[in-house]
């Protein structure tokens, strides 16, 4: 198991741009010890010859979805006008939304 000390919780938590005092900071410590002695059995087994897995379920997926096939449905096509009038706010060609990112 990757080494997790002090340096890089705190290189984690200032990354995250969280101020994490002293007690917190030890008792993220803890937790983190208490969690490498729960999981540290692992280590007893031997996976040498052992494919990693790509996913949690590698099970194969059956697609019970049937293929799109554009020449068969008539598509209806929505008019700009329509849109912009159904809109709660827009700016001469488009649509105006809040914004959601900094």
Known sequence: MEKFDRKKMEEITKSLMFKVDEQAMIELENLWNDLQKRI????RFNLDGIQPMTHINEQPQINFLRDDY????KLEKIEKSDVLENAATHD???VTINKVVK
Not at 40 to 43: A, H, P, T, V
């Open 70 to 73: 554009l020449n068969e449905v």
């Open 40 to 43: 540290s059995f692992l280590d």
């Open 92 to 94: 001469d060609d488009y």
